[in-house]
């Protein structure tokens, strides 16, 4: 490959910064430690995969849109919707521009479709990859509320309303009707609290 790798190199350094950029919105929850974007983008992906599947789209492309889907925090930062009412965040297809301008094209331009197409909100990927964001939001409430959290509530139930594939209603449900800790007493073989 005779292409210039340094902005590729710059940039997976700067997709490292999203391991500390925490997400803001859980603060005012009265989550201290909030997870960061990166856990969140990971349980994403994994849960994009499964929407993706149980809805007859292709997971791989679904998980794909959800691992870019907030790499634009690197440079915006977690905006929570209170500051987007002071503050409106950058546009995500104007970053990832500004990201990828010294890449490779073949590579600059596979990056700004896989934004494109997840911002577009109109492929079967796109929208399980979006439900995958709302469903780790509410995944990640009813996680917080079990720590003691009450507040997580809100996050919990504006996420539950904005899913729209059957698949990612049926989960929000599913999640909803157990604990937290319910998967542990399964593996180890305990009755059901």
């Known amino acids: 490959m005779a292409d210039d790798l340094s902005a590729v190199g710059r940039f997976l350094y700067e997709a490292g910064t999203l391991k500390q950029t925490r997400r803001t919105g859980w603060w005012m929850a009265g989550v201290r430690d909030p997870e960061s974007v990166a856990e969140h983008s990971w349980r994403t992906s994994l849960i994009a ?69 997840y911002e577009g909100k109109e492929s079967p990927e796109a929208i399980c990859a979006r439900d995958a964001d709302k469903l780790e939001c509410l995944l990640q409430g009813i996680e917080y509320k079990a720590q003691g959290y009450e507040n997580a509530q809100r ?15 049926r989960l929000a449900d599913e999640l909803l009707s157990q604990g937290s800790l319910d998967w542990l007493r399964t593996a180890l073989g305990e009755a059901k609290a």
């Open 49 to 117: 995969t499964i929407i993706a599947k149980l809805e007859g789209a292709d997971p791989a492309r679904a998980a794909y849109l959800a691992v870019w889907h907030d790499t634009q925090e690197t440079r915006t930062g977690d905006v929570n919707y209170v500051g987007k009412k002071y503050a409106p965040g950058g546009d995500p297809q104007e970053v990832t521009a500004d990201q990828t301008a010294d890449m490779p094209e073949v590579l600059a331009s596979a990056i700004r479709d896989v934004v494109a197409e």
């Open 155 to 169: 996050w919990i139930d504006n996420s539950r309303s904005r899913l729209v594939t059957e698949t990612g209603q």
